[in-house]
């Protein structure tokens, strides 16, 4: 198979031929900026509803939209990175993601909002694989952990910034402003990214067009499926097609995409090699249950804090300031421990903790507790945050091969918004299953942003509290894939190197790693 792929030595040598630091805060701009975007529009939702005179279903399209278009092509930008080059792939994907923006800040109907947003979603789907893979392959094995705790701590700011700075610009300027905030940010971020970031080699990829139609469909009836299935009542969509039957059917394609990438003898859109590395594909079981869990969290903790503390939106956000410091302060001590420890200890202790923190929040969410009583687990949240996201990004990258990073960062980033779609669909049936089992006969989404009467706020806190422990009850998937991490290759041969210095070396080094 032809190939324009420089040899092993050409994408070893990367790393000490650019400086790879500047790069990195280049591409963790427009990271933020689509992390913040994600997070921002739900306290926009009342402002947006009330100046589109738009309905709440409606509403939650925006949403939707943005979520179904992000997910869904994330396999196959990743590829493309690869084939076209991953900063290629980034200045277009920030491109489009900013002009969206503008667009959606312009709109003066739903719809027009709608359609705004999944040009959004295509953009944010281009960056985030490619932010991934450059991480990949401009920064050696042994340094990858530092860069990718930053990498993580930039999420665990855009957790913080994406809610307080959406109420604070809805509040001042207009719901418009959530969006054309991201516009200066986009050119400086192009700007950046241009200037710093380096042009990789490009692999010449025989694209796999039947591939990528399958895993397409396959990615769009199940989170299309999932995503919305609680507001059909699981039940039929439109006179033909039901939920469960396009959720049964996004299974079988996705069958059928596994089937074709196995037999496909020429390049699959992924390589099922990739799944040959132990650490790749427990890292992918990780993430998925991470992404799960911290998206269902959020739900019945907002819930709480606006309807039974009676906090505005910006400040329920407040309450994440703990588990937001957290995650950046420990980020750089985090990043040099994960280059040097077992993956299996730093990451089993980040789930042990992350479940901690959850089961102890479910204790706490009551109508009468104080407002400490919630920041305490919260900063045990963080700490869980700062050892999960980077080092099992670390872990999942470092023995990929360079000329497949791309494909390896499409199905990291698909897993994991695989991950928090579930998590979203699961906790709005648990809540809505809770409140009933507790006598109040309303879906959380009607009860809007007012204050709830007296003699419902127990049983209303109640009910929030019992959905926490399902995000708990997730996490302690992610903590049974985290204890079987293996040590990774880089480790084992700077242990092997160490020993043949050391005296009896010769002996020692034939001992296993």
């Known amino acids: 198979m032809a190939q324009t792929t420089p040899t092993p030595t050409d994408s070893r040598a ?7 630091w500047p790069a990195l805060f ?10 913040v975007d994600s997070t921002i529009v739900s306290v926009a939702t009342p402002s947006i509803i009330e100046d589109l005179q738009a309905d709440v279903n409606s509403v939650v399209w925006v949403t939707s939209a943005y979520l179904l278009a992000y997910a869904v092509p994330v396999l196959i930008t990743g590829r493309l990175g690869d084939r076209y080059g991953p900063k290629n792939l980034y200045l277009l994907g920030l491109t489009v993601f900013t002009l969206s923006s503008l667009w959606c800040g312009l709109t003066g109907t739903v719809e027009g909002l709608i359609v705004a947003r999944v ?10 694989p490619q932010t991934m893979a450059i991480i990949t392959r401009i920064f050696p ?15 665990g700011v855009a957790t913080l910034v994406g809610p307080v700075l959406g109420g604070f610009l809805v509040d001042a300027l207009g719901w418009e402003w959530i969006f054309f905030i991201n516009i200066p940010v986009g050119i400086i971020g192009f700007a950046l990214a241009w200037r710093l970031v380096p042009s990789l080699p490009t692999n010449n990829h025989r ?3 039947l591939g990528v139609a399958l895993s397409g469909a396959a990615m769009f009836m199940l989170v299309f499926g999932i995503q919305e299935g609680h507001q059909y009542d699981w ?4 006179g033909i097609i039901s939920v469960p039957a396009l959720i049964v059917g996004g299974i079988a394609v996705f069958a059928a995409f596994v089937l074709w990438q196995a037999r496909n003898k020429q390049e699959p859109l992924v390589p099922l090699s990739l799944f040959r590395d132990r650490n790749f594909s427990l890292a992918n079981v990780a993430i998925s249950a991470m992404g799960c869990a911290i998206t269902a969290m959020a739900f019945p903790i907002f819930l709480y804090a606006q309807l039974v503390r009676g906090l505005s939106p910006t400040g329920s956000a407040l309450l994440l300031v703990p588990m937001a410091l957290m995650s950046i302060l420990l980020a750089p001590w985090v990043g040099k421990l994960t280059d040097a420890a077992h993956p299996r200890l730093i990451t089993s202790f980040g789930f042990a903790c992350a479940a901690g923190s959850l089961i102890w929040l479910s204790r706490v969410m009551t109508a009468d507790s104080a407002t400490w009583e919630i920041l305490l687990p919260m900063v045990l949240l963080g700490i869980g945050n700062a050892f999960v996201w980077a080092p099992t990004s670390a872990t999942a990258t470092r023995n990929l091969p360079m000329h497949q990073a791309g494909a390896g960062a499409g199905v990291y980033n698909a897993t994991r918004q695989v991950g928090a779609v579930l998590g979203s669909a699961a906790i709005a049936v648990l809540m809505d299953s809770r409140l009933a089992a507790q006598g109040l006969d309303f879906s959380p989404s009607d009860a809007g942003g007012g204050n709830l009467p007296d003699q419902v706020l127990a049983p209303f806190a109640h009910a929030m509290s019992q959905a926490m422990l399902l995000p708990a009850g997730i996490l302690l998937i992610g903590l049974v ?3 079987n991490f293996a040590r990774p290759s880089h480790q084992m041969r700077a242990a092997a190197e160490k020993s043949t210095r050391a005296p009896g070396g010769a002996h020692r080094a034939t001992a296993p790693a």
């Open 141 to 155: 094995a042994e340094r990858r952990g530092q860069a990718m705790a930053l990498w993580g701590a930039t999420a």
């Open 119 to 128: 040009f959004q979603g295509l953009g944010a789907a281009m960056i985030t």
């Open 207 to 209: 694209f796999d067009w």
């Open 14 to 20: 990367t790393p000490d031929e650019v400086s790879p």
């Open 26 to 35: 280049a591409l963790c701009l427009g990271f933020f900026m689509i992390l």
């Open 481 to 483: 894939a985290a204890l």
């Open 235 to 238: 039940g039929t969509i439109t």
